[in-house]
């Protein structure tokens, strides 16, 4: 067994001991400690979108990652610090960081045009960083179609969640170093929009590593389907993105997205209530973080 199939057997373990664990995570968890955690959050995440539109995309990718890692528990957290201060404001020592990054990055879709849905929450903290998890639990761009498939089932997300979700890449950027190889080697990518992608991106890795580009080229702040049209017109920025259209299973879920909006949102919201559910800390484990940075 390669290291990483062993750490996909095991993270699958994890998410089916988990399952049970997950009923316990309630959008009324706090209803009596804390009812005004909501509207901190909310305040806060509006004001930091208002100054800086793209940090609604890094919060909602930070909550994929945090998911994807090692259950929603705020290992890898790097943001969400003025949030923390401000919901410890309103209730010292209640609210867990892993709730806040759950609740902002609904905000952030919600506020930037996409759908709510009520978020559940009851999520502690863990008491170890687990840096090491992230690479190999969160695909890589360079992911072939199958590769994505394994490591969203190794997580419990079917292969439908795993087309809804990407969706999120109708929000924020993405680094040159992350697509150089899809608009330089691919064949399945559309010329003029290679091209253009090209002139921000030089061939040679080690310049503009760090150049920018958006995930959706005709609306990237705005929470909608465009991401799907850009697919079907093979326009998707990343390899693995343009993987979800490319004569294979997930054509035609694609294609229903493109037609309606609506599917794209419902699904998308089963998806990330899904993923929200992930071998959550619950009961007496873990703990509520003081700084979402550190361990207590
Ligand atoms: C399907 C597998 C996925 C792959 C391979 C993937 C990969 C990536 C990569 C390479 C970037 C650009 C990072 C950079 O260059 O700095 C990115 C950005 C982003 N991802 Fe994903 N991602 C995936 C799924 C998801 C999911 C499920 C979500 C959330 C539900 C998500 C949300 C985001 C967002 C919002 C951004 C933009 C972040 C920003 O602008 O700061 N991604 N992703
Ligand atoms: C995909 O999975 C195969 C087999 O497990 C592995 O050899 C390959 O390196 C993976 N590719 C990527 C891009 O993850
Ligand atoms: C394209 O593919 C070739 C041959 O596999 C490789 O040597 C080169 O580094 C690739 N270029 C990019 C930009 O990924």
């Not at 988990?18 to 995570?25: H, I, K, V, Y």
């Not at 994505?148 to 999120?168: N, W, Y």
């Not at 929000?171 to 090209?198: E, K, M, P, V």
């Not at 037609?259 to 919201?269: I, L």
């Amino acid at each position: 067994m390669t290291v990483r199939s062993r750490t996909i057997a095991v993270i699958f373990l994890l998410s089916l001991a988990g399952t049970s664990l997950a009923q316990q995570l309630s959008t009324s968890f706090y209803s009596n400690s804390c009812p005004g955690v909501f509207d901190a959050v909310r305040s806060v995440i509006e004001s930091a979108i208002a100054k800086e539109k793209r940090m609604g995309a890094s919060i909602l990718r930070l909550f994929f990652h945090d998911c994807f890692v090692q259950g929603c528990d705020a290992s890898g957290f790097e943001v969400i610090d003025a949030v923390k201060s401000a919901v410890e404001k309103v209730c010292p020592g209640v609210v867990s960081c892993a709730d806040i990054l759950a609740i902002a990055a609904r905000d952030s879709v919600v506020i930037l045009g996409g759908p709510n849905w009520d978020v559940k929450v009851g999520r502690r903290d863990s008491t170890t960083a687990s840096f090491s998890g992230a690479n190999n639990n969160i695909p890589p761009p360079s992911s072939g179609f199958a590769n994505l498939t394994s490591l969203f089932a190794a997580q419990g997300l079917s292969q439908k969640d795993m087309v809804a979700l990407s969706g999120a890449h109708t929000i924020g950027l993405a680094r040159c170093t992350n697509f150089r190889a899809h608009i330089y080697n691919d064949s399945d990518i559309d010329g003029s929009f290679a091209s253009s992608r090209q002139s921000g991106c030089p061939r040679t890795s080690g310049s503009g590593d760090d150049n920018l580009a958006p995930l959706d080229l005709q609306t990237p702040t705005l929470f909608e389907n465009s991401y799907y049209k850009n697919l079907v017109s093979k326009k998707g920025l990343l390899h693995s993105d343009q993987e979800l259209f490319n004569s294979g299973p997930t054509d035609a879920q694609v294609q229903c997205y493109v037609n309606s909006r609506r599917t794209f949102f419902a699904d998308f919201v089963t998806g990330i209530i899904k993923m929200g559910d992930i071998n959550p800390l619950t009961g007496s484990n873990g703990q509520i973080r003081n700084n979402c940075r550190r361990v207590n």
